[in-house]
């Protein structure tokens, strides 16, 4: 398939293309795939949270005893029933949960589009949900980031005190530990997220931070791409820290290539990586900056992403239900969760 013809292909294909993204509450799943969401706009992309599938709402689980990470608390037959359901075109009745009050609003229809991101706590727990997900990300801010963000959202959106969000943290961590941070294992790719080397002031005012994007190994690639890192603007122009690593990891058991990014990069730097995905895809302009004449280093992670997922979308096309990776169908019987 000529990369020309690729946004034409995907309006075309009665293919539904689904990105699994898993994570704790407040870990900044929807932050990864913002890249995605832009280049090909909402007529192509549409989002399910797994929280609509809680089995009970807020108040019955404080009777219980038991948090939304509990497997035995969501309702996994009904979202595999709709995720089939929608891979195969066809619209659904999606519930509704309502952070606010804690309880269910009516379900509402919801019909597919050619990319679907399912994410949540949840969305590899099963082997149906893995067999029926295309891309799988999973999301891992250290501890600190984590609280931060966490306690940031849920104060200002959600209405809590600072002291309920951590008392709800340290109620949850056993179940995250055993039952949402094992999913990594399964991931195509795992985001890793820590507060600046250059001090966690730079995070919080500027939103910078050490970001490092573990990768399982590409077999093929629709066509080269350039990372250019380009002497002139690093010389003359760039008056910020930035930092460029990579390394080889195990990352639940798995062999991953781990590239880190930190500060902040001059944005001729990620100039080029933009236009190759322009030119791959035919969707322009392709532009994260916004205008700014700094990326940050999640924003290069987010473009380097999106190229893997457009990259594995491409394939799809060529090798109809090929959606898995040898490393991920050995990964059921590895039990470990990612580490650190």
Partial sequence: MPPSDFKRVIIESPYVFVIGVAGDSGSGKTTFTRAIREIFGQDLVSTITIDDYHKYDRRERKNLGITPLVPEANRFDLLEEHLAELKAGRPIEKPVYNHDNGMFDPPVPFSPTKILILEGLHPFITPTLRDLIDFKLYVDPDPAVKRAWKIKRDVERRGYSPDAVEKEMEERKPDYERYVAPQCQFADAVIRIAFSKYGREVSEKRNVYHVTLCQSKLDRSIGDVDLSIDLFPLLSLSERNFMVEFTTEDVGGK?????????????????????????????????????????????????????????RRIFIESAPGASGTEEEASAGNNRRGCGR
């Avoid at 062999?255 to 933009?274: I, K, Q, Y």
């Fill in 255 to 311: 062999a991953m290539g781990a590239l880190t990014f930190d500060g902040e990069l001059n944005d001729a730097v990620a100039r080029r990586l933009e236009r190759n995905i322009e030119l791959q895809t035919q969707v322009e302009p392709i532009d994260l900056s916004q205008d700014s004449d700094y990326l940050t280093a999640g924003d290069i992670a987010q473009l380097i992403l999106a190229w893997r997922i457009i990259n």
